[in-house]
């Protein structure tokens, strides 16, 4: 008897347990369709802090972004006013959604996809190989959702947008781990498929750019540990047959400057702060010429961006 009052006891907490994780999972069920959504909806939100329809450029990616571009050198050279809403690991459909947050308040004239997220997982849900994580979090979405209890705690508190928010996303990274391997863009006719989902979400995000004005360009960052002539097949591949703009600028790091020994943060995967000033110095041309936008400096509507690059802490050569 005395055991089976246990066992009753048992199945009460556990019943318990479940109707509370029942009851949390509803609470933090996000609105927005994403899957990583604390990154999405702080992004987001930072991104909606800037001045509505000042922005021209949104870059959009994983930390490929915010690594190698600063949007404050670009104003500082050529006016042009740019945003990274990159993520760490994003996925195409937190770039879908973030786009969407985007287009509330703002009508950016580009939208930059940085190529390396294509080569991952697009989806929402949790990769296919991790089948019981996956059915668990569905059944309880607290499990995937739980970190959000910090927007009940305080819905207005983003304790880590400081000087990320003055330099419009760039990360500043001063770090320096050489890459030391060769040429890592040898011609192949080999091409590197694209992972699940990702051609789907690829052309939604071009009709959504379509349909709001934007023109989509592909663009990928000098990065030798990660990108291969393979993967830019792939991509040249699908920019061609869908008729857009695609630079690839592992095949000009050298036209760049770069010195792998000096502008890596981790051997070749993501730009120091060195080797960011670099790229951003060929993008930020790049965008100048081969695009209709306007030089906004001098112009009182932006004045704050002059202070931010007075506030941004970076240096400019």
């Not at 937190?94 to 997982?121: A, H, M, W």
């Not at 863009?185 to 690829?202: H, I, P």
């Not at 100048?288 to 906004?296: A, G, P, Q």
Request: aromatic share 12%; with cysteine; glycine share 6%.
């Amino acid at each position: 008897m005395e055991n089976l009052k246990k066992v009753i006891r048992g199945l009460v907490f556990l019943a318990g347990l479940f109707g509370i994780l029942i009851g949390l999972s509803v609470v933090m069920q996000p609105e927005v369709a994403a899957y990583n959504v604390d990154h999405v909806e702080d992004k987001i939100f930072e991104f909606n802090r800037e001045a509505e329809d000042t922005i021209d450029v949104v870059i959009v990616g994983d930390s490929e972004t915010y690594s190698a571009y600063s949007p404050l050198q670009i104003w500082k050279d050529y006016g042009i006013t740019s945003y990274i809403c990159g993520t760490s690991a994003q996925r195409l459909c937190d770039t879908k959604t973030i786009l969407q947050g985007c287009f509330e308040k703002q009508s950016p004239k580009i939208v930059i996809l940085e190529t390396n997220c294509l080569f991952r997982y697009a989806g929402i849900d949790q990769d296919p190989d991790a089948k019981i994580t996956n059915k668990a979090s569905k059944l309880l979405p607290v499990l995937q959702y739980h970190n959000r209890w910090k927007e009940f705690v305080d819905p207005d508190n983003r304790d880590h947008i400081s000087k990320e928010t003055i330099r419009k996303g760039f990360r500043l990274r001063t770090e320096i781990v050489p890459y030391k391997g060769g040429e890592w863009m040898e011609e192949t006719d080999k091409r590197k498929k694209f992972a699940r989902l990702v051609e789907d979400y690829l052309v939604e995000i071009k009709d959504f750019c379509k349909e709001n004005g934007a023109e989509l360009v592909l663009v990928s960052t000098p990065a030798p540990t990660n990108w291969t002539y393979a993967k830019y097949n792939t991509v040249s591949d699908w920019a061609i047959k869908h008729g857009v703009t695609y630079l690839d600028m592992n095949f000009v790091h050298k036209e760049m400057g770069i010195d792998w020994s000096k502008d890596t943060r981790d051997g070749g995967n993501h730009m120091n702060y060195e080797g960011a000033k670099k790229v951003t110095a060929y993008f930020g041309n790049y965008l100048s010429t081969e695009f209709d936008l306007v030089d906004h400096r001098g112009d009182e509507k932006y004045k704050s961006w002059d202070e931010s690059v007075e506030q941004s802490g970076l240096k400019f050569d």
